[in-house]
Nanobody, 122 residues
Framework: QVQLVESGGGLVQAGGSLRLSCAASGRTFGRYTMGWFRQAPGKEREFVARIHRSGGTTYYADSVKGRFTISRDNAKNTVYLQMNSLEPEATAVYYC???????????????WGQGTQVTVSS
């Protein structure tokens, strides 16, 4: 069982940066692949990035490659999403998720945080 809590969202101008954090409970954090997803109003939840339990393998949606960076600190039970060069299209609720293996499918993740709002102004 894992509890996830996201933080770091807010309002930022286009071209700016934000760093999201996801804090996990327990001491089994290092066993999970961690993912970030986002959902804009009226749209389906979409994959953003994932990082495998070792931290050595990452994967990004094409829309964020080169601008977003996912990382993790297993000693702190925390995963991060550094977002640079933000565009208005990035406006969404961002969710942290934990799963047993790496995938882009949200259904494969067992645990989810409550989400944090990111708003990028034009």
């Amino acid at each position: 069982q894992v509890q996830l809590v996201e933080s770091g969202g807010g309002l930022v101008q286009a071209g700016g940066s934000l760093r999201l954090s996801c804090a996990a409970s327990g001491r089994t954090f290092g066993r999970y692949t961690m993912g970030w997803f986002r959902q804009a109003p009226g749209k389906e939840r979409e994959f953003v990035a994932r990082i495998h339990r070792s931290g050595g393998t990452t994967y990004y949606a094409d829309s964020v490659k080169g601008r977003f960076t996912i990382s993790r600190d297993n000693a702190k039970n925390t995963v991060y999403l550094q977002m640079n060069s933000l565009e208005p299209e990035a406006t969404a609720v961002y969710y942290c998720a934990a799963g047993a293996f790496g995938t882009v499918a949200s259904s494969a993740y067992n645990y989810w945080g409550q989400g944090t709002q990111v708003t990028v102004s034009s």
